[in-house]
């Protein structure tokens, strides 16, 4: 048989447990009866593309990125959100890139999240047309403009013709060849003891005479040249193996 004491035992077990139900019932119901907003998977990767077009370094139309969120739609409180993207490390990493999201509403942590992006960067570089030997000048018909797009860092690629107009290899390179930085050195556009042509100018006033160089110097650098018919020692910039351009 069950005792009186068993008895009020169960009887104030189930009003224990029929109050736990209610309350758990009412909360629900408040939660299920709050205004939600439900953020889609589409606004979270255009969100998260668009902070890393901003947050890194190269040129954003250089750059082709994919967001990975496995995520679904979120589900949240109606009402302004924080959007607060991170992302660790350096501002010019491509590859694989991890960062975060934390999701915030009066500043309060709704939703922490971690994304992923695979950028990839496209490369404007040189490569030769022909074999070329140790101690070349370039010229423009010796490469040519191509494009790469890469998942990893290209360091010391030739970008730009400036980087090679005038320069001299320093190396003998194939036909096909993708230029680096250590293949070519830059080369003097005047030398000691080349004579050259000086001019002077002030306004529409030009004078010209002739010169002969005291030092080796490169295009747009500041270099001694010697008047031959004054015999003095002026300083002027080099405008091309020809000419120097000297102030009066």
Same mark, same amino acid.
């Given at each position: 048989?069950?005792?009186? &004491? ?45 902070? !890393?077009? =901003?947050? @890194? ?24 959100? =924080? ?19 934390? $999701? ?22 040189? *490569?030769?047309?022909?074999? !070329?030997?140790?101690? %070349? ?15 990893? !860092? $290209? ?13 001299? @290899? ?10 680096? &930085?250590?293949?070519?050195? #830059?080369?003097? !556009? /005047? *030398?000691? +003891? ?6 002077? #100018?002030?306004?529409? @006033?030009?004078?010209?005479?002739? +010169?002969?160089?005291?030092? &080796?110097?490169? *295009?747009?650098?500041?270099?001694? /040249?010697?008047?031959?018919?004054? %015999? *003095?020692?002026?300083? +002027?910039?080099?405008? &091309?193996? #020809?000419?120097? @351009?000297?102030?009066?």
């Amino acid at each position: 048989m069950i005792s009186d &004491n068993h008895l009020k035992s169960l009887s104030h077990f189930g009003i224990t447990l029929l109050l736990s139900l209610c309350f758990i019932l009412l909360g629900a119901g408040t939660v299920w009866g709050a205004e939600v907003q439900k953020i889609g998977t589409g606004e979270v990767r255009d969100l998260a593309k668009q902070f !890393l077009l =901003d947050e @890194l370094t190269w040129d954003p139309e250089r750059l082709a990125i994919k967001i990975e969120y496995r995520g679904g739609d979120l589900i949240l409180p109606k009402g302004p959100l =924080d959007w607060n993207f991170k992302l660790p490390g350096r501002k010019n990493r491509i590859g694989r890139v991890p960062f975060q999201l934390t $999701l915030k509403q009066d500043g309060r942590i709704l939703r922490q999240i971690r994304l992923q992006a695979m950028i990839q960067v496209t490369y404007n570089l040189f *490569k030769t047309t022909k074999q !070329l030997q140790r101690g %070349h000048i370039f010229d423009l018909n010796d490469v040519k403009s191509i494009q790469i797009h890469s998942k990893i !860092l $290209l360091r010391n690629k030739i970008n730009d013709w400036d980087q090679l107009e005038g320069r001299q @290899l320093t190396r003998s390179i194939d036909e096909g060849e993708i230029l680096s &930085n250590y293949m070519v050195k #830059k080369v003097p !556009l /005047v *030398k000691r +003891g080349d004579r050259i042509l000086l001019i002077a #100018k002030r306004g529409t @006033l030009k004078v010209t005479a002739p +010169g002969v160089v005291r030092e &080796n110097g490169f *295009k747009d650098q500041m270099v001694k /040249v010697e008047n031959v018919q004054s %015999h *003095k020692i002026v300083y +002027g910039t080099v405008l &091309n193996s #020809k000419t120097i @351009l000297v102030n009066f």
